[in-house]
């Protein structure tokens, strides 16, 4: 998918942030969350330094709490109070890239936290505080 959502005359565009969080939604029971548009940055930045002219895939978006409980359940590593609940984070991996350029670049920007999850071959990006964890 791809949508202006930002614009300098306009700011964030609400109806763009509305179609991105619908894509972003909880694919396991359809829930929606407006989505922040500071990790929506994150992306797009990472896309810029890295020049990437290949979609990035977006493992997880959006997860409401009754997922993401069902999520901690079952796998190891997924956190109780995880951004995602607050549709501030999206797990991501870049067709053809390697991961490991991926969370070198988002630790760059300094914006958020960064996990780096090379087994699964994704990047978890966020909005909270800055940290890196692997």
Not at 9 to 24: K, Q
Not at 39 to 50: E, F, K, M, S, T
Not at 51 to 79: H, K
Request: hydrophobic share 35%.
């Amino acid at each position: 998918m791809r949508r202006v959502y930002w614009t300098p005359r306009d700011g964030y565009i609400r109806e763009s942030i509305s179609e991105v969080s619908w894509a972003l939604r909880d694919h396991h029971n359809d829930q929606v969350k407006q989505f922040d548009p500071s990790v929506l940055d994150q992306l797009y930045a990472l896309q810029l330094q890295l020049g990437l002219g290949s979609p990035v895939n977006v493992i997880s978006g959006y997860r409401s709490p009754a997922t993401n409980g069902m999520l901690c359940e079952r796998r190891r590593g997924v956190a109780r109070n995880s951004y995602h609940i607050q549709a501030m984070a999206m797990d991501v991996r870049v067709q053809g890239g390697r991961v490991s350029d991926l969370c070198r670049a988002a630790r760059s920007l300094g914006a958020g936290g960064v996990g780096y999850y090379p087994r699964s071959n994704f990047v978890h990006i966020d909005s909270g505080p800055v940290r890196y964890w692997s």
